[in-house]
């Protein structure tokens, strides 16, 4: 079973279109995370749940929602795609705040042209 | 602000030798401090943290770092390189619960 899964791997979509990147964790943590990690593998912090509440939104354009129906699940949003939204995106868990290592998902890629 | 600076963009080293991987870090109080690596097309996969207690710790694949507060450094070393160690490293530091910050990551290259 995959600790950390994240749908789809690959997303490839015009510019000004709607899109989701779901994840789900299967580890019983309490906190979610999601990353951007740009084209030079930079890895930057976008948002973290806790117990389905927000902890962090990062200066992110509110263009990017994210949703987190329970403690398992949290889903990426993306209205009006833009070419600079391409880049890989890592879903992570971890325990709780400050608990210990985040664990992450195999990531996935978004192309937008 | 809270950072991480990995000094070095690309390590290389010959399969055999020993191999040390920088970090140092400005966070504030006690961090935690971590190692991860990626295989290319994968996910960030945890090597090894530091929390508290012994100054070195042990990590998985043989890996090991050591924490020095004086010098806020977090260098991670193998005393044996293999070419399968060939990957992006990442050392980051919890930023008190909030997140987790990364450094910008640096590539290692085992040569054979």
């Known amino acids: 079973d995959t600790a950390v899964s994240q749908t789809p791997k690959y997303l490839v979509t015009q510019m000004g279109n709607d899109k989701s990147i779901k994840c789900e964790q299967n580890l019983g943590h309490d906190t979610m995370y999601w990353y951007k990690q740009d084209s030079k593998k930079f890895l930057k912090i976008m948002f973290s749940?806790?117990?389905?509440?927000?902890?962090i939104n990062e200066t992110v354009p509110n263009r990017f929602s994210p949703k987190s129906p329970d403690k398992a699940h949290l889903n990426l949003h993306i209205n009006s795609l833009e070419l600079g939204d391409s880049a890989v995106y890592f879903c992570a868990s971890s325990p709780g705040l400050r608990s210990g290592e985040l664990f992450f998902g195999e990531g996935s890629r978004l192309t937008v042209l | 602000a809270q950072s991480v600076a990995q000094p070095e963009d690309q390590v290389n080293v010959a399969e055999g030798n020993p191999l040390t991987v920088k970090c140092t870090y400005s966070?504030?109080?006690?961090?935690?401090l971590f190692w991860y690596v990626q295989y290319p097309n994968r996910g960030l996969q945890f090597l090894l943290k530091?929390?508290?207690?012994?100054?070195l710790v042990k990590g998985s694949y043989g890996f090991e770092a050591e924490f020095n507060k004086s010098q806020t450094s977090f260098h991670l070393k193998k005393p044996s390189a293999l070419v399968s160690d060939s990957a992006l490293y990442f050392c980051a530091a919890d930023n008190y619960g909030q997140n987790f910050v990364f450094g910008p990551g640096t590539r290692l290259s085992v040569l054979p």
């Open positions: 530091y929390i508290t207690g012994d100054n």
């Open positions: 749940y806790n117990n389905k509440e927000l902890i």
């Open positions: 966070v504030s109080g006690n961090p935690y």
